[in-house]
């Protein structure tokens, strides 16, 4: 093609495709816009998403499968045997409950919403919810605590632990009592001395 | 109080900027001076944290250098420390943010072939289904961002309202928009919920036209024909010297797809073809034959998509998730896969402990990145934007 | 209106004063108002509402957007070259708003009624190109300079296009007067030089392609000057994030961005003056006067510069030298063309 007509050309189409540029812009002037008005209207989550976590910590064993599964290990638990006596109830998967949960913190910060922890837990105890709105000021409040443990409480059974713990060991350190002397037997008839 | 100019210390040695005689391609002596530009770590159009040292003579660019890093987080060594192979997934996923499932999709495929593990077919035709349509949610932007670095504000508007379909696609179904930790060793963490279907085949429907008045508004238009045609040429034989992969590689003419050359799970079973730009407007290798590639491949996936969801056989995903993951020690394997930025490789070595003891990913964009200042040299500062925006890098799989 | 005024103040400086304010006064209301257009439009196109919020629909917006830029911080960069930087918004600006003195709002208002109204006009909106040079280089900012220089390169080239086609409706016209050429067009739509003039039908016929042609360049060269996409490079906001005013916050910011909007708005109505029949009304003698001429001049302005809207948002920017390309080889050339058809025309017809 020669070099005028090129030229020519080149503006025809420059043109042309300028006006159907404008035509769609155009049109969509006059279509309704996607855009929702959040916060005013919040747009549906679906039942899979995985947002923030929440623990039922009357369901937690204390297994630490959670804290172990997490990749960023934003998951902190910190338990407490509980000693024979004291029954800590049972789980709703009935499941009897072992150990008190002095700590068990997620920081969201760190959490990378993976959903890693929740497959792993026995009991189901945690698992995403639908909150996606819960910005904070402050970083430390993003650390959330889910036991519900007073330090009094921690104090407590810890010292009944130890305590627990030091009278296991004084009977196993303490020496064997002698078994009781037994009757002496009467061989010959073979009854049992009275 | 005067600051004393420093060469900076990257440019080779045997190019100095002094101010004084240059020659000029006419071979008459003139007295010019070059300036060294920085775009910076923070710029509107460097895709990123790129910082780019340019050498400059008025507009026309005389060198130009790369600096990366500025986003390294460590992967490959977070990799090494993890406690099992299962929980290095999350970190592969943010690797390249803007296509996570076929990063995924990477090393969940290193891992089954060092366990030789067969995953059933439902969970094949799925992981095509996911990955196609991340593919064409990755192009979107790409093609989104370029608009804007060439001033047309409007098409990366109508491209995300695109690929919002597609996040709500993935939400639906794995329950995260954007880094899904969706493929498993094995299989998958969810199966389709039962309105999947219906809403991705309504989802193909929809966006058919989408991409043709996307072509119309911006692809064809003139003005953008002039920005792109003939600008940062990359040539067949410089592009393969370059070890470039993807879009890149084949908007230069090279018809190379790793989906069909070096197959993997079920792509040989649907109809479609690799794009390979054949410049119909500008030469082979320049940016808008980058473009219209990626433009056609958005095409080609939604080809595989509809005949994927027809042909979707029944089963169970999670069958073939073993309990536990401990591949044999000193085994390895490289595997690579087809990214929407090009070849995505993962190389595995074990140690025979259920971690990992070496990663190592092979970034498309990284690569890809490599070929910049080769054909930048010649090119206006307006055209650097440009040839930059076409390579379509993500710093997060540059730097890892 | 001189006279008006003049019955009810005495003095001479305060009458010229009052008269120079009232553009200004119409470019603080206009400037407002095409705010608002231009987010509204630019997010319908883009399937997006705009501010909902500030006022109903976000019509206070723009005024929240001034106040902001009224109460930012003054900066100054440290190496920056003070009293460059200082004055250059205020050059700006003082071009663009020279330009109104020639504008016919009406048939009773023109700022200053001289017979070299066109030529004042090209002389004024030269003066721009010094304060965005001044601008770009004072800021000590190599990106800023390259959007100056830049924007210097495109401003001169582009006067040319728009010097022609002014002369284009001032040889058809026969004067320079803006308020004769409007007077010129008056009477009806079918007077309008766009549409050949108010000659008898074989001339106006003959006329015809040539003055559309001359419009359609003109309005393209008139985008040109004002900087907007395509031909936004001196701004680009992705190469150069701000172009020429990446340095500029505050007053001095908003000082350039109401230049920006008040040249649009004064190209536009240089191209309804000449081509589109100025403040006449389109109906002949129904709804026609000194008061709905302001009507019909404002109106027919603010459709040339949502025009303007609506191209921003569509176009991809073109380069610096394809931009040289299209002004020289492009549209001068046509226009030479036009001028000699046009004033063959008219001496043989």
Not at chain 2, 203 to 215: E, G
Not at chain 2, 276 to 293: A, F, L, P, Q, S
Not at chain 3, 33 to 59: C, N, P
Request: proline residues 6%.
């Amino acid at each position: 093609m020669s070099a005028v007509a090129t030229y020519f050309k080149n503006i025809f189409h420059a043109l042309y495709t300028v006006l159907v540029g404008m035509k769609i812009t155009g049109s969509r002037l006059f279509k309704r816009s996607v855009t929702i008005q959040y916060p005013y209207v919040k747009k549906a989550i679906p039942e899979r998403a995985r947002n923030r976590l929440y623990v039922n910590i009357d369901d937690c064993i204390g297994c630490n499968q959670c804290g172990m599964a997490c990749p960023v290990d934003c998951i902190t638990i910190d338990t407490i045997k509980s000693t024979p006596d004291v029954d800590l109830g049972m789980t709703s998967k009935n499941t009897k409950k072992r150990l008190y949960i002095a700590k068990f913190d997620i920081d969201f910060a760190k959490c990378c919403f993976c959903g890693l922890c929740t497959y792993p837990c026995p009991t189901e105890c945690i698992y995403m919810t639908d909150v996606y709105e819960y910005s904070e000021y402050e970083r430390r409040n993003l650390i959330y605590s889910f036991a519900t443990m007073t330090p009094e409480e921690i104090e407590m059974a810890e010292a009944k632990l130890k305590q627990y713990e030091a009278e296991q060991a004084a009977k196993k350190s303490a020496p064997p009592i002698p078994p009781k002397p037994s009757q002496p037997s009467n061989p010959s008839d073979g009854s049992t001395a009275s | 109080m005067k600051t004393v100019f420093q060469q900076s210390p990257t440019l080779p040695t045997d190019y100095t900027v002094a101010p004084g005689k240059i020659t000029t391609t006419t071979g008459k002596t003139i007295r010019t001076e070059e300036m060294i530009i920085n775009m910076g770590p923070q710029h509107p159009s460097t895709h990123g944290v790129l910082r780019l040292e340019i050498v400059v003579d008025g507009e026309i660019i005389l060198d130009c250098i790369p600096h990366i890093g500025y986003l390294h987080r460590c992967f490959e060594k977070q990799a090494e420390h993890m406690t099992n192979y299962q929980q290095v997934i999350p970190y592969a996923d943010r690797m390249d943010y803007c296509s996570a499932i076929t990063n995924e999709w990477g090393y969940v495929l290193a891992v089954e072939r060092m366990l030789k593990i067969e995953v059933p077919e439902r969970v094949e035709y799925i992981r095509v289904i996911m990955a196609e349509l991340q593919r064409i949610a990755s192009h979107l932007i790409a093609v989104g961002t370029y608009a804007i670095d060439s001033g047309a504000y409007t098409p990366f508007l109508y491209c995300f309202i695109d690929r919002e379909k597609i996040l709500d696609l993935f939400e639906m179904t794995c329950g995260a928009r954007l880094l899904y930790n969706y493929f498993w060793i094995g299989g998958l963490s969810h199966d389709l919920p039962p309105q999947f279907i219906e809403k991705a085949k309504e989802f193909c429907k929809y966006f058919r036209p989408r991409i043709k008045m996307v072509n119309d508004l911006f692809t064809y238009n003139e003005i953008f024909v002039k920005r792109t045609a003939n600008v940062g040429v990359l040539p067949k034989d410089v592009a393969i010297n370059y070890a470039v992969s993807g879009p890149q590689l084949r908007g230069s003419g090279v018809n190379w797809d790793l989906r069909r050359d070096d197959p993997y799970s079920v792509y040989h079973k649907f109809e479609w073809e690799p794009q390979v730009g054949k410049g119909e407007i500008g030469t082979v290798g320049d940016c808008w034959n980058r473009h219209i590639v990626r433009m056609r491949e958005m095409e080609q996936s939604v080809n595989i998509i509809e005949q994927a969801l027809a042909g979707l056989p029944s089963g169970d995903v999670q069958s073939a998730i073993p309990k536990r993951i401990r591949p044999e020690k000193d085994a390895e394997i490289y595997v690579r896969t087809e990214s929407p930025r090009g070849e995505l490789g993962y190389y595995i070595i074990s140690d025979g402990s259920t971690s990992p003891f070496r990663v190592k990913a092979r970034g498309p964009a990284f690569v890809n990145l490599s070929v910049l200042p080769e054909i930048v040299r010649g090119a206006m500062i307006a055209d650097l934007i440009l040839i930059a925006g076409s390579i379509d890098i993500v710093l997060g799989e540059v730097d890892r | 209106m001189v006279e008006f005024l003049q019955n009810i103040f005495t003095n001479d400086i305060v009458i010229t004063v009052l008269l120079s304010a009232i553009p200004l006064v119409f470019i603080i209301a206009y400037v407002l108002v095409v705010l608002y257009t231009e987010m509204k439009i630019s997010a319908h196109i883009q399937d997006r509402l705009a501010y909902m919020i500030t006022g109903w629909h976000g019509v206070l917006q723009p005024i929240a957007d001034m106040v902001k830029l009224l109460l930012k911080e003054d900066i100054i960069p440290e190496r920056a070259d003070r009293l460059l930087f200082r004055l250059a918004p205020y050059i700006t600006f003082a071009a663009t708003y020279a330009t109104y003195a020639v504008i016919p709002f009406s048939s009773i208002y023109i700022g200053a009624n001289i017979q070299l109204g066109a030529f004042f006009i090209l002389a004024s909106s030269s003066l721009v190109v010094i304060g965005i040079l001044m601008a770009g280089w004072s800021s000590n900012n190599k990106w800023s300079l390259i959007g100056g220089l830049r924007s210097a390169a495109q401003m001169i080239s582009y006067e040319i296009p728009t010097a022609l086609a002014i002369i284009i409706a001032v040889v058809i016209t026969g004067s320079m007067n803006l308020q004769d050429v409007t007077i010129f067009q008056d009477g009806g739509i079918q007077n309008w030089l766009i549409f050949g003039g108010p000659f008898p039908l074989t001339k106006k016929l003959l006329l015809l392609p040539f003055t559309i042609i001359t419009f359609i360049i003109l309005f393209i060269a008139s985008i040109a000057e004002v900087n907007r996409t395509p031909f936004d490079l001196p701004e680009a906001e992705s190469e150069l994030v701000q172009g020429f005013f990446t340095e500029y916050s505050g007053l001095r910011f908003a000082m350039f961005y109401l230049s920006e909007y008040a040249n649009l708005f004064v190209v536009s109505a240089v191209v309804v003056s000449l081509f589109l029949g100025g403040w006449s009304s389109p109906f002949g003698s129904f709804m026609s006067g000194p008061v709905w001429g302001i009507f019909w001049f404002v109106t027919k302005s603010y459709l040339l510069v949502m025009l303007q809207i609506w191209i921003r948002w569509t176009l991809p920017r073109i380069r610096v030298d394809q931009l040289m390309h299209v002004s020289w080889k492009v549209l001068t050339p046509w226009l030479f063309v036009c001028l000699l058809a046009v004033g063959g025309i008219l001496v043989m017809v």
